[in-house]
């Protein structure tokens, strides 16, 4: 069993468009999190949830939108994409959000034409 | 922003041990040092943490100095699938959340068979 699962692997779409990443953990973890890695291949944070709550929101555009329906899940839903937003996201979780290892998704490439 | 400095890239042979140098000279008394890889088109996994004691796992071992400016994560037998960037990370309190890990550029290790 994936630990932390994502899909879609790979999202090809047109500038404009809105689409969503998903995201589960069969791990039991408390907080979940979005980076990003651009293709610089740095790896940035987006956002942190704890147990359904937002904790981390770093400089985000607002058409990035994270949804936690549960405490394993945590999707990722942007409108109006823009070239920029080409990147791979990686979801990633950890028991607490506290010193504890992360454990990511395998990450969704996202590409916008 | 505690920061880390690691070379770019380093080169091994197949079965000898690997020394990957990390300094973290603004380190403060609460950072724990994380070491993390990625696997070309795969998330980061994680390898090893400490706090001031040398750390011991399957996976590798990690060396922190004793001003903990500085560690060193060694790979015992290298292999080529530990071919990956081996990125060397320091959490604290950042982003209001304890644990927010923040990744560098990494060291790109290259195994020759």
């Known amino acids: 069993d994936t630990a932390v699962s994502q899909t879609p692997k790979y999202l090809v779409t047109q500038m404009g468009n809105d689409k969503s990443i998903k995201c589960e953990q069969n791990?039991?973890?408390?907080?979940m999190y979005w980076y990003k890695q651009d293709s610089k291949k740095f790896l940035k944070i987006m956002f942190s949830?704890?147990?359904?709550?937002?904790?981390i929101n770093e400089t985000v555009p607002n058409r990035f939108s994270p949804k936690s329906p549960d405490k394993a899940h945590l999707n990722l839903h942007i409108n109006s994409l823009e070239l920029g937003d080409s990147a791979v996201y990686f979801c990633?979780?950890?028991?607490?959000?506290?010193?504890?290892?992360?454990?990511f998704g395998s990450g969704t490439q996202l590409s916008v034409l | 922003d505690a920061k880390t400095t690691q070379p770019n890239s380093m080169e091994s042979n197949e079965e000898e041990p690997v020394h990957l140098p990390c300094n973290h000279s603004?380190?403060?008394?609460?950072?724990?040092i994380h070491w993390y890889r990625q696997l070309p088109s795969q998330g980061p996994e994680y390898v090893i943490h400490?706090?001031?004691s040398n750390v011991n796992n399957r996976m590798a071992s990690l060396a922190i100095a004793e001003d903990r400016k500085s560690s060193t994560l060694i790979l015992h037998r290298a292999t080529l699938r530990d071919a990956a960037v081996y990125y060397c990370?320091?959490?604290?309190?950042?982003?209001?959340?304890?644990?927010?890990?923040?990744f560098g550029k990494g060291t790109k290790l290259s195994v020759k068979p």
């Open positions: 603004t380190i403060s008394g609460t950072d724990y």
């Open positions: 949830y704890n147990n359904k709550e937002l904790i």
């Open positions: 990633a979780s950890s028991l607490t959000g506290s010193h504890e290892k992360l454990f």
């Open positions: 400490g706090l001031t």
């Open positions: 990370i320091l959490s604290g309190n950042y982003g209001g959340s304890q644990g927010n890990l923040i």
């Open positions: 791990l039991g973890h408390d907080t």
